[in-house]
């Protein structure tokens, strides 16, 4: 099979060395080793700059990766079934010339174009892929399980003829080709190679190197080839000549799996054990190298830097010189090999787990990196260790090493809300259930709870250290301010009616003293010397009583204040301002990050931008999700933090950083043209272009982007000879385009990929259509027309307009009627209100797959909808639908399938763990917040959903027990409605009896 290789030299041994000095790309670690910094003449600003840079060697060459890199600033994404792959299983994987990645199990063969898999008929059964490889012509090559070999020329798959009948040589387990174009393919009879017949090219069993069953085949650059034989037997075969180089010395038991050769030459070996064998022609041993936890060696892959990739039956690791580094990813089991794409991400292929997709990100998911897996609420940077707070408990780290203390200890199982380091170095910890923590700088802890001080509450939210030395305490039952008098904290309970009683969410100070508190429901409150000065509401103009977050604004001419519904700005004179440009959904913090930027966390993802393009229309920013790299969903509530230009963000599902400083990636970019398509049929190119015949109605063009990476892009596109002007869309939003009834004559469809910032083209396409001219198109036609209209009676005039007319109406009726068929196959099985799928697709379902695949299943209604269909009409429903489908959409991610299964019920499968209880609150709230915005209070989701825990459970008992609890929801949600109803009727009774 045709690899790249690793190259292992002594050259890189020094840098290889370097590199295994725990190197962790966050500053966590960098920090951690702040004393020796110090000691080599470093800063600490200089050292926690290079927190996130990769080490590797100098003199120009390109640095050597920390292997667990690949774990911390890589997004790993898998493929199975619910991809469009035909099962878990795949035997090989392959990037080719144009970029297309091609996928191979025993189900058959797959392309993969960024956006779905496309699956391909080699003949009329289903034939099992061994292994693929492409030829310098651009021809694909296929090895088979037990159908010999297939070639591919862009057009159609034909078998490549084999001059042998044993049934072993049809199973072709690696295939190679060399400069000459000659064929090597290593079979279950033995080696072949093509040659010229008496019946022409064909593959020939090459006598000389036996017949025993090979698994593995490499060419080296002077022609020889090395075969792997399955007994673990390596032989060597040029020019007719063959010799055994099975390399003496191996462990007792211990047997070659697979043969490797390097872009040096040099032959590397991997036993099925744990060693990695360099050998030379003749099979003498060079060099060992131990892989310790890893075994079966199946696969060694170079990459750029001179490392390698190593995939085994038990994970992946990281070769670099001597030194073998098992990597944590996704795929741990029977991984066969690994492939690179033209952006430079890695394909890692799972005779049991599927496809593994691994490519480089902006952020570096320390979650992952660390073992972090539970709610993040508070990070920070205190005496150069990182601190974590989340739902379990408090972590620490020092580069990727947990830290055990006292501290960590008494917090274990405690809920963190928020972790603060005062001008003292004091650490305070904020929590549920056990109040306050302080650590000293000399490592002396302190409790402070209702034990020892006026504290009437436990539950902690927020804290905040003022100007003044003061600590502002927010909690479940109001507001708190602490000061130190020699060793005895002193705690004082506001005496704000409010303040004193409700649920404290934030709390920020300026430079003046002022204080802003954000509270759960009784929006924004403006505090100056213990006294409220300013209290503002929905009412005053902010979208939301409930209130995420108060940032002072870099000028302190006001603040931000976040929610759900979005981001306010008020002024120190009171004035509210709405931020509206931008596509934001559920606002949970802003952050400054220094230089006149803020980031902006939301639950649709990532914004960063310059804070005094806020309040613009349409101001720039960059913007990423968990499609194109955001790793973590930001946790509400939380308290990030921004260390030495690196911004930590807590997650629900882990801990993100971003290096501020770090260019975005900037990988290439290329398009390919999927399909012409004339009236329903896909047409073929001829001479360079596409022709279409003079009826042709509707015209459709799919170019798409060959975009791994998720990045994101602007395009732009244009018809020349139709399009009056051009079209610029994201990437995201890229489809087929569609032309109707264009006249005859040449078009031009041109389509650029232009960097979002920069609008720098990065890609261009351009596909030539020509039409040809009808009747009436042609001039000559026309003139000719023309004349014998003049010399024709009016009566044959008429008769023969009249006539033509009718000819065509009934030409276009047909084709309007075919367009509109078309149309309604293709949305068989889609619901055309909400374009989600619609009950013929969830009971093809049913039939499809097995009801185990299921976790859990959930039945959501709209009530009250058809009371509002005949209050408002049938297009305030149908915006209500659209609405509950993009709040079901936002909070269950690529977890499930959402399906209309009646006028205003929903059914949502998940095939990924969900918890049922927090999706509901999500959905419920959410809705409930977009109803509120619209002025409906008579309307909401009532909501069933269960687990498949029930043993022998079916489709229907599921869907049976979700829509029991939906209607018992219903009758609830009805009943508060008809009373609420009856209460503001019997008010207005009232209030117009005593009037």
Not at 493 to 500: A, E, H, M, P, Q
Not at 687 to 694: M, N, P, T
Not at 773 to 798: H, K, M, Q, T, V
Not at 875 to 895: F, T
């Amino acid at each position: 099979m045709r690899r790249q290789k690793i190259l292992v030299t002594g050259a890189i041994i020094a840098s290889v060395l370097f590199c295994m000095i725990p190197s962790l790309r966050a500053e966590a670690e960098t920090l951690s080793e702040l004393p020796a910094a110090a000691e080599k003449g470093q800063t600490a600003e200089e050292t926690a700059a290079e927190a996130l840079a990769p080490s590797g060697s100098k003199d120009g060459a390109e640095p050597i990766k920390d292997p667990g890199s690949f774990e911390r600033d890589y997004i790993q994404k898998t493929y199975d079934s619910d991809e469009g792959l035909d099962g878990s299983s795949v035997n090989c994987v392959f990037s080719d010339a144009e970029g297309l990645i091609w996928v191979g199990n025993y189900s058959g063969l797959y392309s993969y174009d960024s956006t779905e898999f496309h699956s391909y008929q080699l003949a009329d059964y289903t034939v099992a892929i061994r292994c693929i490889t492409q030829d310098a012509d651009g021809t694909l090559w296929i090895g088979t399980n037990s159908d010999g070999v297939y070639y591919y020329d862009g057009q159609e798959f034909q078998s490549f003829p084999i001059d042998q009948a044993e049934p072993l040589v049809r199973t072709v387990y690696d295939i190679d080709i060399d400069e000459k174009g000659t064929l090597w393919a290593a079979s279950g009879g033995g080696l072949l190679m093509s040659k010229e017949t008496e019946e022409g090219e064909s593959l020939v069993l090459v006598e000389s190197v036996g017949t025993s069953a090979l698994r593995d085949l490499e060419l080296l650059p002077d022609g020889t080839v090395i075969c792997l034989g399955r007994n673990g037997l390596l032989s060597s075969y040029r020019d007719g000549n063959a010799a055994d180089i099975t390399p003496r010395g191996l462990a007792d038991g211990e047997k070659i799996r697979s043969v490797d050769v390097m872009d040096s030459g040099q032959i590397l070996l991997g036993t099925d054990g744990s060693t990695i064998l360099e050998i030379d022609a003749s099979g003498s041993i060079m060099n060992k190298v131990s892989c310790e936890g890893i075994a079966s060696i199946n696969d060694i892959y170079q990459m750029s830097d001179g490392s390698a990739w190593v995939c085994a039956d038990n994970g992946i690791a990281v070769l670099q010189g001597e030194a073998v580094t098992t990597v944590n990813l996704r795929m741990n089991n029977s991984v066969e090999m690994v492939c690179e794409d033209y952006q430079g991400n890695y394909w890692f292929a799972s005779s049991r787990t599927g496809l593994l997709h691994l490519y480089e990100n902006n952020f570096a998911d320390l979650g992952n990196y660390l073992g972090i897996t539970t709610t993040v609420n508070s990070v920070i940077i205190y005496q150069g260790l990182l601190y974590v707070g989340t739902d379990a408990g408090l972590l620490c780290y020092e580069g990727k090493d947990s830290v055990k203390s006292e501290l960590i200890r008494q917090c274990e199982g405690i809920r963190i809300r928020q972790l603060l380091v005062d001008e003292e170095d004091n650490l305070w910890i904020a929590t549920t259930h056990y109040g306050l923590f302080r650590q000293s700088p000399d490592g002396e802890i302190l409790q402070i709870s209702t034990d020892n001080s006026d504290l009437d509450t436990k539950d902690l939210r927020c804290l905040y250290m003022g100007k003044d030395g003061v600590l502002y305490i927010g909690s479940e039952n109001g507001l708190y301010a602490m000061e130190q008098d020699g060793e005895v904290y002193r705690v004082v309970k506001s005496t704000d009616s409010v303040l004193n009683q409700e649920r404290i969410l934030c709390i920020e100070g300026d430079s003046e003293g002022v204080l802003y508190i954000g509270m759960d429901g009784d929006g924004l409150y403006v505090l100056k010397d213990g006294e409220v000065i300013e209290h503002k509401t929905m009412e005053d103009g902010l979208l939301s009583n409930v209130i995420m977050k108060i940032r002072t604004d870099e000028t302190e001419s006001g603040s931000w204040v976040v929610s759900g519904a979005g981001i306010n700005h008020v002024s120190r004179e009171g004035e509210v301002r709405k931020v509206t440009g931008l596509s934001s959904a559920n606002c949970l913090d802003l952050i400054h990050v220094g230089d006149g930027e803020v980031v902006i966390l939301a639950r649709n993802g990532f914004f960063r931008l310059q804070e005094s393009d806020l309040l613009d229309e349409k101001p720039g920013y960059q913007f990423y999700n968990k499609e194109n790299g955001f790793v973590v969903d930001a946790t509400s509530n939380a308290n990030h933090c921004v260390d030495n230009r690196i911004l930590y963000i807590c997650g629900t599902d882990g801990l993100a950083a971003l290096e501020l400083d770090r260019p975005a990636l900037h990988r290439g970019i290329r398009s390919y043209l999927y399909a012409v398509v004339a009236d329903g049929i896909e047409l073929e190119a001829s001479d360079g272009s596409y022709q279409l015949a003079e009826d042709a109605y509707r015209l459709n063009i799919d170019v798409r982007l060959l975009n791994y990476c998720k990045d994101a892009y602007d395009v732009t596109y244009y018809l020349d000879g139709a399009d009056h002007e051009t079209a610029t869309i994201s990437s995201d939003d890229l489809t087929a385009v569609s032309y109707t009834n264009l006249k005859g004559k040449t078009y031009r469809y041109q389509l650029a990929i232009l960097d979002a910032q920069t609008g720098q083209i990065l890609n261009e396409k351009n596909v030539i259509i020509q039409k040809e001219e009808s009747f009436w198109e042609d001039n000559n036609n026309r003139i000719a027309l023309l004349l014998l209209i003049f010399g024709a009676a009016s009566g044959l005039i008429f008769s023969y307009m009249r006539s033509r007319e009718k000819i065509m109406e009934r030409d276009i009726r047909r084709k309007i009627t075919r367009e509109k068929r078309r149309e309604i196959e293709r949305a068989a099985y889609q619901d055309l209100v909400t374009g989600v799928y619609n009950r013929n697709f969830y009971e093809l379902e049913k039939t499809r797959h097995s009801v185990s695949e299921i976790k859990a299943l959930a039945v959501i209604g709209i009530y009250n909808a058809e009371y509002l269909r005949k209050r408002n009409g049938i297009v305030y429903v149908e915006s209500l639908l659209r609405e509950a489908v993009r709040v079901l959409r936002m909070n269950m991610g690529d977890s499930g399938r959402i399906y209309r299964i009646s006028e205003y019920i929903f059914c949502v499968s998940f095939k990924k763990k969900i918890d049922l209880e927090i999706f509901t609150q999500n959905i419920k709230y959410a809705f409930g917040i977009s109803m509120e915005n619209m002025g409906e209070d008579s309307t909401g989701l009532s909501v069933g959903a269960v687990y498949n825990d029930v043993y022998d459970d079916t489709y229907q008992s599921l869907f049976d027990r979700s829509d029991k609890m939906r209607r018992m929801d219903q009758e609830h949600e009805e009943d508060r409605f008809i009373k609420s109803k009856i209460m503001r009727v019997e008010q207005s009774i009232e209030e117009e009896q005593k009037s």
